[in-house]
């Protein structure tokens, strides 16, 4: 998993003295990139793996944490209406927050397991492919939204 970036230079050197350890985010690397072009510095964003640094300091504090969601959106032209109405009626319920609804669609979180995820028995095969290819994807929520994009892999229904 990528955990930030750095902007390293031909030597090894890090772009504004920064320290070896330090990992910045996707929004900041951009940032410094962008400025080390109008210098003509090269220098070039490197992508830091869990694990690559021994004790990595972050930019924000909020980097390091492993609790990260990253979400799909996904157009409600992809649902079938059995599945809005399956999802309006589970969203309802207390005991169970997998599913929240918004006023123009629902979120849905997926399980850590990805045979969890993959199982929603009284959905469509249609949902289920989405559920399970998001999971594949890594993510783990979808966002099913009327303004969301419309994706070529997952069947369009017209309403």
Not at 109 to 131: G, T
Request: glycine letters at 4%; hydrophobic letters at 40%; one cysteine or more.
């Amino acid at each position: 998993m990528i955990i930030g970036y750095q902007l390293v230079g031909k030597n090894g050197d890090m772009f504004a003295n920064k320290p070896d350890n330090f990992v910045m985010s996707e929004q900041t690397i951009i940032e410094q990139q962008a400025i080390a072009r109008k210098s003509n510095i090269n220098y070039s964003v490197v992508a830091v793996l869990e694990g690559d640094i021994e004790s990595p300091t972050f930019e924000c504090a909020l980097l390091d944490t492993r609790d990260r969601y990253s979400v799909l959106g996904v157009c409600t032209n992809h649902l079938k209406p059995e599945d809005m109405v399956l999802l309006d009626a589970l969203s309802k319920p207390k005991d169970f927050n997998m599913i929240s609804k918004r006023d123009t669609g629902w979120l849905v979180k997926l399980h850590d397991d990805e045979s969890s995820s993959e199982n929603y028995e009284e959905f469509s095969d249609e949902f289920n492919f989405i559920v399970k290819s998001a999971h594949k994807a890594n993510y783990r929520m979808v966002e099913f939204d009327c303004d969301a994009s419309e994706h070529d892999v997952f069947v369009k229904f017209v309403y």
